[in-house]
């Protein structure tokens, strides 16, 4: 690994990290993991004590949108490693460190463990079981007012499978959202552009006053990911699937 210096003009000037290809690893290998040393985001993540770069997906959402606000409960579906949940936890006053203002509560469920967070309850949970919403109910003590989820589902390696299959679980969430949250309340989620988000487009539209489709500065530019962010939710909406 070698770095290489980048940049014009005076002073001291940013370094770029270069891999060398190590026998066994295939090229595609070594230009993600150049990528993800040359990010700034990344950078930035590590600098600031995030787990993962996707921390700023959400801290942009936020800053647009303002659905994390202090005493709102929230509920981060397939949250590890946790950087929402690090970004939740100010905004929604988690910890009560901001003197005069709600404290917040949020729940992080994963399939897997995730490392404690300071302010976050967190549990190992499939959100799909028949029961998983009325314990996330229980664990809040009472509907919430955000359901947020950056899951994707496994890659297989063709596009337009990993799409359909990212929009199955992002209809998925939507509906647990359907059943947890507050009327008035908001639904985050993640999405890949493809084509076959019509239904969950026109499923979110029946049940929430405001629908957004958003690409933050964080997102990378070769992803076709992007973020609908749903806004006033309608408690007693009609949630069946869309026929057209």
């Known amino acids: 690994m070698t770095e290489k210096p980048t940049g014009s003009g005076r002073g001291a000037r940013e370094l770029r990290v270069r891999v060398k290809t190590a026998k066994g690893r295939k090229l595609s290998s070594t230009l993600w993991l150049e990528r ?123 596009k337009g499978t990993d799409h359909l299959r990212i929009i199955a679980l992002c209809e998925a969430a939507a509906y647990f959202a359907f059943d947890v949250l507050e009327e008035g309340g908001t639904f985050v989620a993640k999405v890949l552009a493809g084509g076959a988000e019509n239904q969950l487009q026109a499923l979110l539209k029946r049940n929430f006053a405001k629908v957004a489709n958003v690409k933050p500065p964080a997102s990378r530019a070769d992803s076709s990911e992007k973020f609908v962010v749903a806004m006033g939710y309608r408690r007693k909406g009609d949630d069946s699937n869309p026929q057209d």
């Open 36 to 158: 993800q040393l040359n990010d700034p985001y990344v950078i930035k993540a590590r600098k600031e004590g995030f787990r993962g770069r996707a921390a700023f997906k959400i801290l942009e959402l936020d800053d647009r949108y303002g659905f994390l606000t202090p005493g709102a409960r929230v509920v981060d579906l397939g949250c590890a490693p946790g950087g929402w949940c690090q970004v939740a936890v100010p905004r929604i006053n988690a910890l009560g460190e901001r003197k005069g203002k709600p404290q917040g509560r949020i729940i992080g469920i994963d399939l897997q463990e995730v490392d404690p967070i300071a302010g976050v309850e967190l549990h190992q949970l499939d959100f799909l079981e028949n029961d998983a919403d009325a314990k996330v109910k229980a664990w809040l003590g009472g509907p919430a007012d955000v359901v947020m989820s950056d899951m994707a589902a496994a890659a297989s390696g063709h």
